[in-house]
């Protein structure tokens, strides 16, 4: 069973960044997207980008450019969230997900992400 | 648009037949085949429930059923269990690489 494994929760002042990884079981990227997808207390989900895994072309939702960089390390499978600027509105669970043809067939288990000072 | 238009609620009870639209325009939900509809528990990740607006993964009950017409989908839950309460939202590719979602609907089973 594939299975994505996010990093723990982070809580950080704001202003500050945070990083959160996302490491997958199996090597299921190849050659499609890891999207990022959070979802803020009482809200909505809210899609903000992807990543190739084969070409590490990137694409962000306008809500988060030029704040938010994907990165990924097809070696360990592992992708990578990095969000910075963090005010208080960015409190939220943060999800990485595989897009496959046209659905997020796989999810990771979320990363609470505190925003406070 | 910010998101798909979604029912912020619906109910019905055990048993029953329950339907939760989605609308967006014709540069999402009306323009590509690629709605999908996801399920949500309180700490649990998102599970797939419909993708590409009818089809149904391996291991979702044939009691979910999806259809679109127009800039309109549907998700239909027949014969409503306790499980199946949660909130549900309605995704669609929406062209150039991105993605949106609906404002999600919470489903209470009476």
């Known amino acids: 069973q594939v299975q994505l494994v996010q990093s723990g929760a982070e809580v950080k002042q704001p202003g500050a960044s945070v990083k959160i990884s996302c490491k997958s079981s199996?090597?299921?990227?190849?050659?499609?997207?890891m999207h990022w997808v959070r979802q803020a207390p009482g809200q909505r989900l809210e899609w903000m980008g992807w990543i190739n895994f084969g070409n590490a072309k990137t694409k962000y939702s306008q809500n988060f450019q030029g704040r938010v960089t994907f990165t990924r390390d097809t070696a360990a499978t592992t992708g990578y969230m990095d969000l910075s600027s963090l005010r208080s509105e960015d409190t939220a669970i943060y999800y990485c997900?595989?897009?496959?043809?046209?659905?997020?067939?796989?999810w990771g288990q979320g990363t609470l992400v505190t925003v406070s000072s | 648009q910010s998101a798909l238009t979604q029912p912020a609620s619906v109910s019905g009870s055990a048993g029953q037949s329950i339907t939760i639209s989605c609308t967006g325009t014709t540069s999402d939900v009306g323009g590509y085949n690629l709605v999908s509809w996801y399920q949500l528990h309180p700490g649990k990740a998102p599970k797939l429930m419909i993708y590409e607006g009818t089809k149904r993964p391996s291991g979702v009950s044939d009691r979910f059923s999806g259809s679109k017409s127009g800039n309109t989908a549907s998700l239909t839950i027949s014969g409503l269990q306790a499980d199946d309460e949660g909130d549900y939202y309605c995704c669609s590719y929406a062209g150039s690489g991105t993605v949106i979602f609906g404002g999600g609907t919470q489903l209470t089973v009476l």
């Open positions: 199996e090597n299921i990227f190849t050659p499609y997207a």
């Open positions: 997900a595989r897009w496959r043809t046209g659905e997020f067939d796989y």
